[in-house]
């Protein structure tokens, strides 16, 4: 049997589980919690992923967030920083801070959990515009991740940044001067978009970006034993060759051909797609999470 996936909303990326049910991990909390107030938040003892931004600016606020496994943003969770510092998220799973002052690299980690994010401190000098500016914008983005947008003038409090997509806000998770993390609206189709930034009484030029949808088509038998399994993920909304990561989640059911993670370019044009190989190593269900690796460019 062969599955097509259609996944409504995932921050992070698209998990994939096969043998005896194909799971989908669930919604960010700006569609499950904010969505459904009555919902419980997420306990913090749920966090796993932590999200800075690329750069901050030296004395200046800015806005990082937390999600759990399951992608949700997640509340009253400490995260110390390399300078000594220390943080709780707010109720919206995020928090705001005010950068070192002294320029370089700031490591910051969840507590209780192994692993450090880096944001690099960069001086207000390399910061400073009268207006707001889009440097970098990513080629194609993916419906269901994150994508980022590197320039000046942003808001460091998130919610100052107002960012919309084909007329529709997005969720800006995480942010400083310099950059934005953001997560594309729920009803956002495949294709090209405009997108519009704004901070305080300052707007950008809209600019284009590409939004691609990731469909996934596989046998969803339990794998065997030496078996070949081929895993394609067809690309929809852009017919650009496009880096997709696939890492896998389960290696003593199976192992991915090249490695992993195991990176592969799709084949462009208009059946756009990528072909992963998979071999079993025991009976039983794999897990695989695919993900669009961003690259930049100037905007358009």
């Known amino acids: 049997m062969t599955f097509s996936t259609t996944i409504p909303r995932m921050p992070l990326r698209r998990f994939f589980r096969f043998g005896l ?76 801070f005010v950068a070192p002052l002294t320029p370089g690299v700031l490591f910051a980690s969840i507590v209780g959990r192994t692993g450090r994010v880096t944001t690099a401190v960069i001086p207000p000098s390399e910061a400073a515009s009268p207006s707001l500016e889009i440097a970098s914008v990513p080629r194609v983005a993916s419906l269901t991740d994150r994508f980022e947008l590197l320039g000046r003038g942003f808001c460091g409090d998130a919610d100052s940044n107002q960012v919309s997509v084909s007329s529709h806000p997005a969720l800006v998770l995480a942010s400083s001067p310099v950059s934005l993390v953001v997560l594309p609206p729920m009803d956002l189709g495949p294709g090209l978009a405009a997108v519009n930034v704004s901070c305080a009484n300052h707007q950008a030029p809209s600019f284009s970006v590409a939004f691609a949808a990731l469909d996934l088509e596989a046998d969803s038998s339990p794998l065997k034993p030496g078996e070949h399994r081929a895993l394609t993920v ?62 930049f460019a100037r905007p358009q």
């Open 21 to 96: 049910f194909l799971g989908i991990v669930c919604a960010v909390a700006q569609l499950c919690s904010f969505a459904r107030p009555q919902q419980q938040a997420p306990a913090a003892s749920g966090a796993r992923i932590l999200l800075l931004p690329r750069q901050i600016v030296s004395g200046e606020r800015a806005t990082l967030a937390v999600l759990d496994v399951s992608g949700r943003l997640t509340p009253g969770v400490t995260v110390n920083f390399s300078n000594g510092d220390k943080l709780a998220t707010d109720a919206t799973g995020r928090a705001l």
């Open 234 to 295: 067809r690309v929809r909304g852009s017919t650009a060759k496009i880096a997709l990561e696939a890492r896998n989640l389960a290696p003593g059911i199976a192992e991915l051909s090249g490695g992993n993670p195991t990176r592969l370019l799709s084949s462009g044009g208009p059946e756009n797609f990528a072909r992963f190989d998979l071999i079993g190593r025991k009976n039983g269900s794999f897990l695989i999470s695919i993900r669009l690796v961003p690259s």
